[in-house]
């Protein structure tokens, strides 16, 4: 008779129940003995326990280092983010910038308002007659203020408002510039703001950018530094309404070794000589943000694989 009834309905004997799996499960539950789950047996690798920690703490990485050139503090608020890197990925919300009117003695802050240990800006100038920019010289202008630009991007106290520059417009080009040290190895791009903001002319502003030893002068040419350039033309309202590459700031990529510095300088060409330093923006590559989250995917990917 019970041969007949289906499977499902199968009825098993005192002798039989032990030995089926789902018996196997209530026997061990009542005895406190509850069989684990595959995935709660699953042990994480070592090889995948950094994508792990990484996955915990990828919303705290995503900085970067963010200098504000000029007299005026930016002030808080809706103009802290409007910058050129703020506007090539929108998704970048750091606020926080290191006014830079002289060389740092303190250690500088992340756009998140970290101290970045170790972390120092040192600001410097080449003169009319020689193109190696000399740390230990201070440009001679500290008060650039914007007389000629109020609006779009350039209203209230924007980091592309203000800035610092040297000497006069004549002879040769000039570089205005800076070093970091204390940066982690690694490349990095840097975005910079350079413009004369007093002034409407037919000029261009040559940006180099390139690894050096700290507290050493450097000349951006010999050197064979990257560099990015920037046109400005004689039109009234010319690339005020928005933030474009190439138009009034350029991006650099840079790659430092360990306990290499950074050094960044700026030239004229045309009807301006004198380079410009507005604001500038150091940024990771790939951003930490974004490695954190292509460590998630490899831990993903690699407790699939395991189960």
Known sequence: MFASLPLRFKILFPSQRRRHPRWKFLFASAAGKMPQSPVSRMKIPPFLLVPAILCATAALSGAALMLDFGPDQVADGATELKSPYHTANPTFTGSEWNRIVADSTTDLIDSSGVTMTGVRANI??????????????????????????????????????????????????????????????????????????????????????GAGVAGTNFDPVSAAYASGVITYVNTPGFATSAWVAGQNYAVVRVDLTAGQALNVGVKGGGAELRGFLNSAQIVAVPEPTAAALLGCGALAFGLRRRR
């Open 124 to 209: 410097g100038a080449s003169t009319d007659t020689t193109s190696t920019v000399s740390l230990t010289a201070t440009p001679s202008g500290l008060g650039l203020t914007g007389t000629a630009f109020s609006g779009d991007i350039y209203a209230g106290t924007s980091v592309g408002r203000d800035g610092i520059f040297s000497g006069g417009n004549s002879g040769t080009a000039r570089y205005t510039a800076f070093q970091i040290t204390g940066l982690a190895a690694g490349t990095y791009d840097i975005y910079v703001a350079s413009r004369n903001t007093n002034n409407n002319e037919n000029y261009t502003q040559q940006v180099y950018a």
